[in-house]
């Protein structure tokens, strides 16, 4: 039976981004989701994937861009059915990792200062010292995916779902990729994530991995190479 492929996207972003991976997926006969990540708390979002994952049957493979990379690594744990786990540009953490942290991983440096680049709303129960925090849009374009013609940009920019600070601090729990096949695309113009440091969650992950000339948003810019790394995944654990 042919894993069904379930794509998580990021902070910043949108279901919608995987759109030319899903034509491509499902041309070849594949079977796709790609549910709205809540983007409220790593370990609160990976219920939910982990809820809705349970809902398919048979063998399921995990797609996380981004941020959805930290949800992907917390749902497959206890979700008996996830065979691999595929990461786009996205952050595969280890136990008691948190996001903003690892963006310094591969480097000796600190990690970058997201306070220079994102703007932060109140939301309803947030609770103290969490908000909601967007990409600003000033930077959007040039920042989140530069290799998109400028006005994709700036329509992406003004209709970005937020993420709440509190997924940039929290750490990660056990990581499913020690027990599971993973594949992972870096993004070697990725200026959201350093390359640098995707290239060290790859490796540590002990990834199969594949290094392109993309933007953070791979999924858009280069569509056809994110849905073959996909299907090396399907091939591999079918």
């Not at 796709?32 to 990976?46: M, Q, W």
């Not at 920042?143 to 929290?170: H, K, N, W, Y």
């Not at 392109?212 to 790394?229: C, Q, R």
């Amino acid at each position: 039976m042919s894993p069904t492929v379930v794509l998580i996207h990021g902070a910043f972003a949108d279901a919608s981004g995987w759109g030319g991976v899903i034509s491509r997926l499902t041309a070849a006969g594949h079977t796709v989701y790609a549910p709205a990540n809540p983007l409220r708390s790593v370990s609160g979002d990976a219920a939910y994937v982990r809820s809705f994952v349970s809902t398919i049957e048979g063998p399921v493979i995990l797609v996380g861009h981004s941020y959805g990379g930290a949800v992907i690594t917390n749902a497959a744990v206890g979700a008996d059915n996830v065979r691999a786990l595929v990461y786009v540009a996205a952050f595969a953490l280890d136990e008691g990792e948190a996001a903003g942290p690892a963006t310094a991983l591969g480097s000796d440096g600190p990690p970058p200062d997201l306070t220079q680049v994102i703007v932060v709303r109140p939301f309803p129960d947030a609770g103290e010292g969490n908000a909601d925090a967007y990409l600003d849009p000033a930077i959007f374009p040039q920042t989140f995916c530069q290799d998109l013609p400028p006005e994709e940009g700036a329509i992406m920019a003004v209709s970005q779902r937020p993420a709440a600070l509190a997924t940039l601090g929290e750490p990660s729990g056990p990581p499913a990729w020690r027990t599971l096949p993973s594949w992972y695309l870096v993004a070697s113009q990725d200026r959201v994530i350093p390359p640098a440091a995707e290239r060290a969650m790859a490796a540590r992950a002990g990834s199969t991995t594949v290094e392109i000339d993309s933007s953070h948003v791979a999924m858009i810019s280069h569509p056809d190479e994110v849905a073959d790394l996909i299907q090396q995944a399907i091939a591999a654990v079918s």
